[in-house]
């Protein structure tokens, strides 16, 4: 089955508001998470990842969070803006597997005016 | 600098033939991976290489080959294509160093009949 799962395939958000997209895995072999946005007719752009080792990481209006021991992974958007809709994806870098990425299925996040 | 570059945007094929897809990757970037984008399976990967060699494989049939020249340029061919073989074709460049951001590029969207 699939290693990385999404909650909830579609998140409408006011914007201003924070976002937050949550991310399910089943593989405790899995060296980084990473998540990564993608808009319509484009790849997916690289946002923010975190080590299998910590915790927390913040970005630039984003944090990601990492609880191992129920196997789960979060995105924060803070102040959400409309630039900011697109599918999210989370995805993972298993141990051993080079830059191979096991991407999970995907949120719309639809930021509403 | 140039981000990751893929040709041709737009392809149709028939079922049965065959097709060959380019990526060029950032400057001085050496890695070269490759993705499968399907509504039904989501992001899959195909493989990467590096320096020319090909360092991962997905599950992929072996009608999926690709190969890398020593600027790094990457090809993928599908031969016999197949109607499933439909798809958002990802190629992604990253350094090879510590650190796991790999950029994408615009795709290639395939379209078998």
């Known amino acids: 089955g699939e290693s990385v799962g999404l909650h909830l395939p579609t998140l409408s958000v006011q914007e201003g508001d924070n976002s937050i997209i949550n991310c399910a895995y089943s593989?405790?072999?899995?060296?980084?998470f990473i998540w990564y946005k993608q808009e319509s007719g484009k790849g997916p752009q690289f946002i923010i990842d975190?080590?299998?080792?910590?915790d927390k990481r913040q970005g630039q209006r984003v944090t990601v969070l990492l609880n191992k021991t129920v196997k789960h992974l979060s995105l924060q958007i803070a102040a959400t803006q409309p630039g900011d809709s697109a599918v999210y994806f989370c995805?993972?870098?298993?141990?051993?597997?080079?830059?191979?990425?096991?991407f999970g299925s995907g949120t719309q996040l639809t930021v509403l005016p | 600098k140039a981000g990751v570059t893929q040709t041709p945007r737009y392809l149709i094929k028939t079922r049965g033939q065959q097709v060959t897809l380019s990526c060029s990757p950032i400057?001085?970037?050496?890695?070269v991976s490759w993705y499968q984008q399907t509504p039904g399976q989501g992001l899959q990967f195909l493989f990467e290489?590096?320096?020319?060699?090909?360092?991962n494989k997905g599950n992929f049939p072996g009608r999926f080959s690709g190969r890398q020249f020593s600027n790094s340029r990457s090809e993928m061919n599908v031969s016999t294509l197949e109607l499933g073989d439909s798809a958002l074709y990802l190629c992604?460049?990253?350094?090879?160093?510590?650190?796991?951001?790999?950029?994408f590029g615009p795709g290639t969207r395939l379209t078998v009949l």
């Open positions: 992604a460049s990253s350094l090879m160093r510590e650190g796991n951001e790999q950029f």
């Open positions: 593989n405790s072999a899995s060296d980084y």
């Open positions: 975190i080590r299998s080792n910590m």
């Open positions: 995805a993972e870098i298993l141990a051993g597997s080079a830059r191979q990425l096991t």
């Open positions: 400057s001085g970037h050496r890695s």
């Open positions: 290489y590096f320096s020319e060699t090909q360092r």
